[in-house]
């Protein structure tokens, strides 16, 4: 059936391919609900494309746990080259990154289809952002096609869509279902009601279709209904064909089906001639992923282990290479020892290619078939799992994957790796602020590892042991720790110990009043050169922090920026968290406390473990403060009895923290309980705190102006009796938004007996309906109107990384995932809006 209201996406993709055409390469992210046609759409595009232009094709598979780089590993096959050997070689993922990059710039004119990536991999969406980055200056286009109708707030997609949209190469198509009048005209010679037809359908092109190709006398009640009528129709073995086929994956090879169906050639044709299956380009797929549903469901639920086994043997027997697939029909059909066989060497692979939710999943599968009485084996499986789930922010799983692997490794008898997973534990109870029961980790394993000698494992219980004295204030103790972990590293050649290490040392250098950055870089080196990538993450989280607490914010942002890139890209989801959450931090000390409480938002929104929700929530509570929620901070409430007592318990435990923040606290003290003994002298302050401690308060708030510390130079401002500097306070805690801030400033100039106190500003204008600054308001418009967040930055003179995080508070306010329901929602709230 010919499409109908699709002019204006096929005249977008045939402009998109022209300009890639000449060299300004396109990413084309295609977005909509099952059924809308985004195939359809990409197909007619391809048969009306100019001759000249190669197209290639990858999909992501919904079927089972995919294999990490599907689609790449799709394009190789079609690319051959370097590209396919260094696939069957198992090569590092960077190198299969950028030979891709290579082989298609070589190409000239192409157009890679790279379909369903809301089933993709972590490392398939770090793929794409890899491209995107990187395809400006070539003769590429990607095409990529999602569904949008289910992304919930804190999808990874919807993390990924966030970034790709801000490079410039990319453009954004949404399909949208057919209006009547298309149905109508689609069913006109069918002999169905339209009307009845387009209510039940609602205009879903594919339900249209199926509906009207079933060839029945009255609407179905549903589009499986559809396809299962036509299934109907078809002999046994075609229909066993169908079924198999649906069993299999988004696609197959005719061989293969015929010898899983245990079928004749015949079958296959019968069922590719009912239009269910199709035949692309030798290869067999169901016409859409709704009606391979459809079949998948229909069959009973006592055949289908003998038919997974029957696929399981004929991948099998054609040596398919695919573990993730093999393992996945391994454990449907039931044959434990199939799974063990392919499932550890599926978590492998998708470890090596930092497709680590896979490879998580992958240990769990192989844990839920391994023979409980190999308990080392069964130990070992569980400490991967551990392993993996730390990776990606998943420590309560961790957690309890250590402990079981604990008590398996205690029944096998070994000490060391009793000792291993102690301190693998132990890491996971620090990141659940389980404080105690990790102190108490560290201690046992040392009284496991010390009596086996020097080896990789006592080098890390030094490491970690180091980390317990740096956070109670024992930095020398700390340092020397770390040493000696460093010494057995060393000479071990044990890389990664040895980075975390230098990095621990970096650190109790640092709260000790040293630098701390110089080793932390080599920290880092190292970690980088041996793709070290839980190191290489934890070194740029370090880094950020140390510059971001020395409020040296421009290098902060460029370890930012850097760090979270790497993170983003190798799937390490703690530390690509941990970055983000410091960079909130950074925001709000520097006055963009917009950008901050949506980037704490976009963190919140994540299943994030509680020592890296701690840091936004945090920032957020100063946010809400400041912003007049009530029941948040003592000091702005103008409660100075409460905010004495809360300072004095941030003081007793100020002993682990760095100068700046021992300085913070401090100021604090001073502020509300002058009286407050203990402060430490002024010449220990950073010099902010120090010039402001010695009276020389002018030259503080001059350096926390050039900081771009707008509010905590306005609280030095406060803290004096001038009346200038009181009336610049009430100024600045005014233009910042902080009501509680100004109402304190003006009771102190009040009660000083100045003249002409000016007063709170009224509340004359009505609030957004929808609980949006006019910021986002403003965003929100635009989006509404069809913007990309380059043309809103554009728009606005401000940039697209604002922009982004504008509209990330947007959906937050709003509660929807994505940009489209969120410009559904904010139609009703239009009308209460003044005009501009």
Not at 65 to 92: E, M, V
Not at 224 to 232: K, M, P, Q, S
Request: aromatic fraction near 6%; glycine fraction near 8%.
């Amino acid at each position: 059936m010919r499409l109908l209201e699709r002019e204006p996406p096929l005249a977008a993709l045939a402009a998109y391919a022209g300009e890639a055409g000449g060299s300004d390469g396109r990413l084309v992210l295609i977005a909509g609900e099952a059924g809308v046609g985004k195939s359809a759409l990409v197909e007619q595009f391809a048969a009306q494309s100019p001759p000249g232009v190669r197209w290639l094709w990858g999909a992501c598979d919904g079927l089972f746990t995919p294999r990490p780089l599907g689609p790449l590993f799709d394009l190789a096959d079609d690319l051959g080259g370097d590209l396919q050997a260094l696939c069957r070689a198992q090569a590092p993922r960077e190198e299969l990154f950028g030979t891709l990059l290579r082989q298609l710039s070589e190409l000239g004119p192409v157009i890679v289809l790279v379909e369903d990536i809301h089933w993709a991999d972590e490392a398939t969406l770090d793929l794409l952002r890899f491209l995107g980055r990187r395809i400006r200056t070539s003769k590429v286009m990607i095409i990529a096609t999602y569904r949008d109708d289910d992304l919930a707030a804190g999808d990874l997609l919807l993390t990924a869509l966030g970034e790709l949209s801000r490079q410039p190469a990319t453009r954004r198509i949404g399909l949208v279902p057919l209006s009547a009048g298309a149905v109508a005209e689609l069913a006109a010679a069918s002999g169905l009601d339209a009307a009845k037809l387009y209510r039940l359908t609602g205009g879903n092109p594919f339900y249209v279709t199926e509906a009207i190709a079933a060839g029945l006398d009255e609407v179905p009640a549903a589009a499986r209904d559809a396809t299962l009528a036509r299934a109907a129709g078809l002999t046994g073995p075609a229909r066993q064909v169908l079924e198999t086929a649906a069993l299999t994956g988004t696609r197959c090879e005719p061989e293969l089906l015929e010898a899983a169906a245990g079928c004749p050639p015949e079958a296959v044709t019968e069922a590719v001639a009912s239009g269910l299956l199709v035949d692309d380009g030798g290869e067999l797929r169901f016409r859409h992923e709704i009606a391979r549903l459809a079949v998948e469901r229909s069959v009973s639920p006592r055949r289908l282990a003998g038919l997974h086994a029957r696929i399981l043997a004929a991948l099998e027997a054609v040596a398919c290479t695919d573990e993730a697939r093999l393992a996945f029909h391994a454990e449907c059909a039931g044959d434990g020892a199939a799974v063990m066989r392919y499932a550890p060497a599926a978590a492998v692979r998708a470890s090596s290619l930092a497709a680590h939710r896979e490879a998580a999943a992958q240990y769990a599968r192989a844990i839920r078939f391994a023979d409980p009485a190999d308990v080392a084996t069964l130990a070992g499986l569980y400490d991967s799992l551990a392993s993996e789930c730390s990776l990606i922010d998943r420590w309560p799983d961790s957690a309890d994957a250590g402990e079981r692997a604990l008590e398996l490794w205690r029944q096998a008898g070994d000490r060391r790796r009793q000792g291993a997973t102690l301190l693998q534990l132990s890491l996971a109870m620090w990141r659940l602020c389980r404080g105690q029961e990790r102190a108490a980790a560290i201690e046992s394993a040392l009284a496991i590892l010390e009596p086996l000698g020097p080896g990789v494992e006592l080098a890390m219980a030094y490491r970690l042991q180091a980390g317990l004295r740096l956070e109670e204030g024992e930095y020398t103790g700390a340092a020397e720790l770390a040493r000696r972990s460093q010494e057995i590293a060393a000479r071990l050649g044990a890389s990664a110990v040895l980075s975390d290490a230098l990095n621990t040392e970096a650190c109790a250098e640092f709260n000790g009043g040293g630098d701390g950055a110089g080793l932390l870089r080599r920290a880092l080196e190292l970690a980088l050169a041996g793709r070290l990538d839980q190191q290489v993450g934890r070194a740029y989280a370090n880094l950020q922090a140390i510059y971001n607490s020395r409020r040296e914010f421009a290098e902060a942002e460029r370890v930012y920026a850097e760090g979270v890139a790497y993170a983003d890209e190798h799937d390490i989801g703690t530390y690509a968290t941990c970055l983000r959450g410091e960079q909130a931090s950074l925001l709000e000390r520097t006055g963009r406390w917009d950008e901050a409480a949506a980037l704490c938002a976009d963190v919140l929104g994540l299943v994030a473990s509680p020592i890296n929700r701690l840091s936004s929530l945090i920032t957020l509570g100063k946010l809400h403060a400041r912003r007049s929620e009530p029941g948040v901070w003592h000091w702005l409430a103008g409660n100075q009895g409460a905010a004495a007592q809360d300072a004095a318990l941030a003081a007793d435990v100020a002993a682990g923290c760095d100068a700046w923040k021992r300085s913070e606290i401090a100021a604090w003290l001073r502020r509300v309980d002058p009286a407050a003994p203990g402060l430490p002298a002024a010449g220990e302050y950073p010099e902010p705190y120090r010039l402001q401690a010695e009276g020389h308060w002018e030259k503080a708030v001059q350096l926390w102006t050039d900081l771009g510390c707008r509010y905590e130079a306005a609280l030095v401002r406060y803290d004096t009796s001038d009346e200038t500097a009181l009336r610049d306070a009430l100024w600045a805690f005014t233009d910042l938004g902080v009501a509680p801030a100004a109402q304190l400033t003006r009771q102190k100039m009040r009660q000083s007996g100045m003249p002409s106190v000016p007063a709170g500003p009224r509340n004359t204008t009505r609030a957004d309906p929808l609980g949006l600054t006019r910021r986002e308001r403003e965003v929100l418009d635009l989006i509404s109107a069809g913007l990309t967040n380059a043309e809103i930055a554009s728009q606005l003179f401000i940039s697209a990384k604002t922009v982004d995080h504008h509209v990330s508070a947007v959906l937050a306010k709003l509660n929807v995932p994505t940009r489209a329901a969120a410009a559904r929602a904010a139609q009703p709230s239009l009308a209460g809006q003044p005009e501009s």
